[in-house]
């Protein structure tokens, strides 16, 4: 199962005990919309906490910070270098890092989101 680092996804039943465990990792649940981890999760713990009680690959993967699309982290030009992989919204897709105005392209983001 892939999701995005801060939307909503639903999960099959998993019990109490992966339940807590899950809550204390910072995963966020609502009932009607389901379980949501933002950034600040310890997501490395979710995703093995996940990948236990579902018995299948859990990944989460980040979205652009300019332009909102979804990376995958493998085929980033700097994964190997990487320290933050899926756990962080300040990524930058390909097409954005090679985009010759991209410096000035995240401020104006950054200033909307901050504003």
């Given at each position: 199962?892939?999701?995005?680092?801060?939307e909503?996804?639903?999960l099959?039943?998993l019990?109490?005990?992966?339940f807590?465990?899950?809550?204390k990792?910072?995963?966020?649940?609502?009932?009607a919309?389901?379980?949501?981890?933002?950034?600040?999760a310890d997501?490395?713990?979710?995703v093995?906490?996940l990948?236990?009680?579902?018995e299948?690959?859990f990944?989460f993967?980040?979205r652009?910070f300019t332009?909102?699309s979804?990376i995958?982290?493998?085929?980033c030009?700097?994964y190997q270098?990487c320290?933050?992989k899926?756990l962080t919204q300040?990524c930058l897709?390909g097409e954005?890092?090679?985009?010759?105005?991209a410096l000035?392209?995240?401020?104006?983001v950054?200033?909307k989101?901050?504003?």
């Amino acid at each position: 199962m892939i999701v995005t680092v801060g939307e909503w996804f639903r999960l099959p039943r998993l019990g109490r005990e992966a339940f807590v465990s899950l809550m204390k990792a910072g995963l966020v649940y609502d009932k009607a919309r389901g379980f949501r981890a933002e950034a600040d999760a310890d997501l490395i713990k979710i995703v093995s906490i996940l990948k236990g009680a579902l018995e299948e690959d859990f990944e989460f993967v980040p979205r652009c910070f300019t332009c909102d699309s979804i990376i995958e982290c493998y085929s980033c030009a700097y994964y190997q270098a990487c320290g933050v992989k899926s756990l962080t919204q300040n990524c930058l897709c390909g097409e954005c890092v090679n985009n010759g105005d991209a410096l000035s392209v995240y401020r104006r983001v950054l200033i909307k989101r901050i504003v």
